[in-house]
C-alpha cells in the first residue's frame, strides 16, 4: 500500500458516502469524529443516551437521541463509540438502524502524535481509550473461544487515602480505621488468578491513595513482570511524590501513572507531573468529572431495575482484587469489605484459602460474564448515564457514618 493511502475502511467511507452517525458523544466519539475528519470523510450527528448532552454541539454537530433521526434509519451506518456495546446495539436498532459498526477497525492503529490540541487528550490518553474499546468488543468473541481474557483489574493496595471524600465512589469516605493490604496475600491472589486466565489488558493500581503504602513498588514490580499483560496504570490524586523504589518501579513500558487534578486538593500536582517528565515516565492528567454514586444506601427496587442499573453501570466491567477476594466491582468490594452490606458468596470469588486452577478459572468466567445484579447493587445509586453530577473532591473531615450489617 502506497504511503498516502487511506486505510481499507477508509477508503470505503469515501466511495459510499451515505450518512455517518457517531453513537456516544463521549471520549471514544470525539476520537472517531477525529480520524474521520482527519481523513476527509464527512459526519452527520453524533447521537448520545444521554439527555443532558441530547440538543446540545460537539464538534460542530448536534447531538440527538438516536430515536429522533427514523429518516436516517434505512441507510446511516452508525459507529458505536463506546464500551457498553450490548447495551449501545440493542437501542440502535429498536430504533430502526441495521447498519451498526463498532469503532476498532477505525480507531486501531491510527497515530494520534499531534492530535491533543484537536482532540483534548494527550497521545497516551488517545491510545488506551482506542485500546480498551478494542478490548471490549472482543470479550463476547473470547467467551464463545472459551479464552478468559480480564479488560481490567483493580489491585487495591491500601485502604488508606491523602485526601477524604465525602463522595468517593470507590467509598474511602467510610473506612475510621483503613489499612494497608497484606501484600504478601495479594501477589498469592494475583499469581493464582494469573495462572487461571488467558490475559489481562490493564492492571489498575489504586487505593486508596496507592502511594501512601510505602511498599507499593513490590505490587507494580509483581505485575509489570506477567507477559500476557499489557498496562499497568497508577492512579494517584497528585497529593505524594513517590521516592526510591517506588519511583524506581514506574520506570516500565507497561506503567502508565494516571493523576487526577482536584485543583487545590492536589497539592503536589506540579511536583509530581514535574518529576514523571524529568524520569522519562509515561503518565497523563485529567480534571474529574463526579456522579452521586458515593453513598452506602440500601433502596427497595425489584430485580429488572437493578439488573438495568447493572447493565448500564460503568464500572460493570472492573474485577476488583481486595484483601484476598475478588469482586465484580468497586463498589461492591469496598461495602462488603466495610460490612456494609449483606454476606453475598455468590458475589466473591474468596482466595484466602487454596482456591486454584481450573475451578478459579470458571469461578472467575462466571463472575465476569455475570449479567444480573450485585447483592451490593441495592445499596448503591448507580453509576451510569442518567446519575446526576456533582462536584468533586468535596472534603470531610471524619470518616461518615456506617451501619455495619450482621
Not at 489504586?206 to 505485575?223: C, K, T, Y
Amino acid at each position: 500500500m502506497l504511503e498516502n493511502t487511506p486505510p481499507p475502511m477508509i477508503q470505503r467511507l469515501l466511495a459510499d458516502p451515505r450518512p455517518i452517525v457517531l453513537f456516544g458523544a463521549g471520549d471514544v466519539g470525539v476520537l472517531a469524529h477525529h480520524v474521520l475528519t482527519r481523513q476527509g470523510v464527512p459526519v452527520t450527528c453524533f447521537a448520545d443516551g444521554r439527555a443532558s448532552k441530547q440538543g446540545t454541539v460537539l464538534r460542530g454537530l448536534p447531538i440527538h437521541s438516536i430515536t429522533d433521526l427514523p429518516q436516517l434509519a434505512d441507510e446511516a451506518l452508525v459507529f458505536l463509540c463506546g464500551n457498553y456495546l450490548k447495551t449501545m446495539t440493542d437501542r440502535v436498532r429498536s430504533a430502526g438502524f441495521t447498519r451498526i459498526q463498532d469503532c476498532v477497525e477505525l480507531l486501531d492503529g491510527f497515530d494520534f502524535s499531534g492530535s491533543e490540541a484537536d482532540t483534548g487528550m494527550s497521545p497516551v490518553l488517545a491510545e488506551r481509550k482506542a485500546a480498551l474499546h478494542k478490548h471490549e468488543t472482543l470479550k463476547d468473541r473470547e467467551h464463545a473461544e472459551d479464552t478468559l481474557i480480564l479488560k481490567y483489574l483493580d489491585v487495591v493496595v491500601t485502604e488508606a487515602c491523602s485526601m477524604k471524600c465525602q463522595d468517593c465512589s470507590n467509598l474511602m469516605q467510610y473506612y475510621a480505621k483503613p489499612r494497608h493490604s497484606d501484600l504478601d496475600l495479594l501477589a498469592s491472589a494475583v499469581d493464582r488468578i494469573m495462572d487461571s486466565v488467558d490475559g489481562i489488558y490493564e492492571f489498575r493500581v489504586l487505593g486508596g491513595e496507592p502511594f501512601v503504602n510505602p511498599r507499593v513498588h513490590r505490587v507494580i514490580e509483581q505485575l509489570v513482570a506477567y507477559e500476557v499483560v499489557e498496562k499497568v496504570v497508577v492512579y494517584t490524586n497528585g497529593t505524594i511524590v513517590p521516592r526510591g523504589a517506588n519511583l524506581d518501579c514506574l520506570r516500565n513500558e507497561k506503567v502508565v501513572v494516571e493523576i487526577t487534578n482536584y485543583g487545590q486538593h492536589s497539592k503536589k500536582f506540579d511536583a509530581l507531573q514535574e518529576t514523571l517528565a524529568t524520569e522519562g515516565i509515561t503518565h497523563l492528567s485529567k480534571i474529574p468529572v463526579w456522579t452521586d454514586s458515593g453513598r452506602i444506601r440500601y433502596v427497595e427496587r425489584s430485580a429488572e431495575v437493578l439488573d438495568d442499573m447493572f447493565h448500564n453501570c460503568c464500572v460493570n466491567d472492573i474485577v476488583t482484587l481486595l484483601n484476598g477476594k475478588l469482586y465484580r466491582c468497586p463498589f461492591s468490594a469496598n461495602a462488603h469489605n466495610l460490612k456494609a452490606v449483606p454476606d453475598a458468596p455468590q458475589d466473591v470469588i474468596d482466595l484466602t484459602g487454596d482456591l486454584s486452577g481450573a475451578a478459579l478459572r470458571e469461578h472467575i468466567r462466571a463472575l465476569y460474564s455475570r449479567d444480573t445484579h450485585l447483592t451490593a447493587c441495592g445499596s448503591c445509586a448507580g453509576r451510569d448515564y442518567r446519575t446526576p453530577q456533582i462536584e468533586a473532591a468535596i472534603q470531610t473531615r471524619r470518616p461518615l457514618p456506617l451501619t455495619v450489617v450482621g
